[in-house]
């Protein structure tokens, strides 16, 4: 049985109408990780993709930005995933990283070090610009079709399992969005693009997950929103990914962290709020999520811990 998402359902007693444990399909789970400095602890990198690996995840996803040299630290990465376990590496891939010549020349580079699937985005527009360079592709549609371009040039090498497609998504709507059925809107044409899943924003309140995935799923949108959990470990870093991602966290999040008498209790406050966010929305039958772990592994096991994971 399948249970289907309902913001209007009534969140308590929810277990109940689950399946038995038996019948539902296993959680899915899959983690972000952050390609380090080249002067980063390489026993401490290794024993976080190998604490990651533990658990089985279904995937783990590498960023790019400015700060890794854009994909030169994900391939890094990758390619250290790739060799020391065997967990399924996806890279990001956004258009701020290079001329289209460039990204698909990274494609193939990363097609050769065993990725086979892409975050696309689009990336953030730089201060002062309120568009992307000419010279770049301008949205993650655009990048969907270039990866769709080499994996086709690329198709008998990709006969036995096809690039993995998967788009970021916007439970609060993006910034620059001008209503919220343009994010669905955009949702939509990804879809049609061929991405297979997509990953949200963080969000600190659960129903602004389950709200936008009915609407998503009444707009005709099909695939998996699979939820971005950030574990909320302090006041001050609720509040730096608020404003990073620009999504603002509710009063109630901000009072209680603050109202912590020393850091251990913020911590706890903040853990159990990741907790109960991550198991509201587990138990009205999402399928999965997504841990962004911020390669912080004792914060990643304390929230799996916490969920029974
Ligand atoms: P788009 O889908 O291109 O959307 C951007 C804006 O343009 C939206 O307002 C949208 O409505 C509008 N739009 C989209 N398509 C069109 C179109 N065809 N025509 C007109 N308007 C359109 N950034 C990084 O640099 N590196 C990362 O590793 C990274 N990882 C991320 C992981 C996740 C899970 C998420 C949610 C975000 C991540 N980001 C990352 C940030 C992301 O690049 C920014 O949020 C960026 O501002 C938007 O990217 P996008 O792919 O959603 O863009």
């Avoid at 308590?12 to 038996?22: N, S, T, V």
């Avoid at 959990?229 to 006041?235: A, E």
Wanted: charged share 20%.
């Amino acid at each position: 049985m399948e249970t289907r998402i309902s913001a209007s359902a009534p969140l308590d007693g929810i277990e109940e109408e689950l399946a038995p444990r038996a019948q539902r399909a296993r959680t899915a789970l899959s983690f972000e990780v952050i390609p380090p400095r080249h002067s980063a602890d390489s026993a401490k990198l290794d024993a976080l993709i190998q604490g990651l690996a533990a658990y089985q995840p279904d995937y783990v996803s590498v960023t790019s930005s400015h700060r890794s040299d854009w994909l030169e630290g994900t391939a890094r990465l990758i390619e250290r995933i790739a060799q020391t376990t065997s967990m399924r590496p996806i890279a990001h891939l956004a258009c701020t990283a290079g001329t289209p010549d460039e990204l698909r020349q990274w494609i193939t580079q990363l097609i050769d070090a065993g990725v086979r699937g892409f975050l696309a985005l689009r990336g953030d527009i730089p201060a002062g610009l309120d568009r992307l360079p000419d010279t770049h592709l301008q949205h993650a549609t655009d990048l969907l079709n270039l990866i769709q371009d080499v994996a086709d040039a690329q198709a008998y090498r990709l006969a036995a399992g096809k690039l993995a497609l998967s788009v970021a998504c916007y439970p609060r709507g993006h910034a620059e969005s001008t209503s919220d059925d343009q994010d669905l809107d955009v949702l939509l044409a990804k879809q049609r693009l061929g991405a297979d899943f997509a990953i949200t924003q963080l969000f600190f309140d659960a129903q602004d997950y389950l709200s936008f995935a009915e609407r998503a799923r009444l707009a005709g949108v099909r695939i998996p929103l699979i939820p971005g959990i950030m574990p909320m470990t302090s006041v001050n870093r609720v509040r730096r990914m608020g404003e990073l991602s620009g999504v603002a966290p509710p009063v109630d999040v901000i009072k209680q962290l603050e109202a912590a008498r020393t850091p251990e209790e913020e911590h706890q406050i903040g853990m159990r709020l990741t907790v109960a966010l991550a198991r509201t929305i587990l138990q009205v039958g999402t399928g999965g999520l997504h841990v962004y772990t911020h390669n912080d592994l004792a914060v990643t096991r304390e929230l799996l811990k916490g969920l029974n994971l």
